[in-house]
């Protein structure tokens, strides 16, 4: 007979309070390649690509965000910055760590990060700005430095925010798009006893599921084991950089 584990299924996923870290950091490390430094002595997690361009870091901290990626290309001067508060569902940053750490990542279309909020019934204006329909997430995206950067918040009062998102000039569209795309997924997220604890009844609805303790333990091997499939796919090549016109020829007097 097989054990069974009550599992809280919270809507909306945005409020559902942040899960369980291992969900990015065990993914990236084990499914992705992603390699860690190791300080017994400090409470943080600092995770490399495998291609050295990408710094994930995880840093508790009472007044900072907690989450903090940056990406540096030489290559193709690309620069770009993404950090997450401590409240942030495990399921948002994750998405956007799987397009990141995605097979021909590089390669990838660009996509409209406002595409899925549309499809869900999210208020988008032509401004950039944009807001779920119970009010609780407003986003925008404004200019600085000659660049669009991006901001989200969540709530659960107008002056009672529960997360913030920011994404940088330079940060790629499908970037952006992921994080949008699981942002407005109605699919509820999963929560342990413990993770409940402190959420906000009065703006979530919360049921209880009976599952195996075997099905709930696999949840996150599973995952990095989709996740170190992709890694065996051939990813398309990348876009060649433009080529320069060879110089004109001399002309001789």
Same mark, same amino acid.
């Given at each position: ?94 998405? $956007?760590?799987? &397009?990141?750490?995605?097979? +021909?990542?590089? *390669?990838?279309? /660009? @996509?409209?990060?406002?595409?899925? %909020? ?43 925010? $529960?997360?913030? &998102?920011?994404?940088?000039? +330079?940060?790629? *569209?499908?970037? /952006? @798009?992921?994080?949008?795309?699981? %942002? ?70």
């Amino acid at each position: 007979m097989s054990i069974k584990v009550e599992q809280a299924l919270i809507a909306p996923r945005y409020l559902a309070g942040p899960g369980d870290p291992a969900w990015v950091t065990a993914a990236l490390h084990e499914g992705s390649g992603w390699s860690h430094g190791h300080d017994p002595l400090m409470p943080r997690v600092i995770l490399t690509s495998p291609d050295q361009k990408t710094l994930l870091r995880l840093e508790p901290d009472l007044n900072e965000p907690w989450w903090h990626l940056s990406h540096r290309d030489g290559r193709t001067g690309s620069v770009w910055n993404a950090s997450f508060g401590g409240g942030t569902p495990v399921e948002l940053i994750a998405a $956007v760590t799987d &397009a990141l750490s995605a097979p +021909g990542y590089n *390669a990838r279309q /660009v @996509a409209d990060p406002y595409r899925p %909020l549309r499809r869900a019934g999210w208020d988008a204006v032509p401004n950039g700005q944009f807001r779920s329909p119970d009010g609780r997430v407003t986003g925008e995206r404004f200019n600085f430095s000659g660049s669009s950067n991006w901001r989200i918040t969540a709530t659960l009062d107008p002056d009672d925010p $529960v997360w913030h &998102a920011w994404f940088s000039g +330079g940060t790629p *569209a499908v970037i /952006v @798009a992921a994080f949008t795309l699981a %942002l407005a997924d109605p699919e509820p997220a999963r929560r342990s006893h413990e993770q409940t604890i402190g959420l906000s009844r009065r703006r979530i609805t919360l049921h209880w599921q009976e599952q195996s303790a075997e099905s709930v333990a696999r949840a996150l091997p599973e995952r990095i084991e989709r996740l170190a499939a992709r890694r065996t796919i051939t990813p398309p090549p990348s876009p060649p950089p433009p080529s320069t016109p060879p110089p004109a020829p001399r002309r001789n007097r």
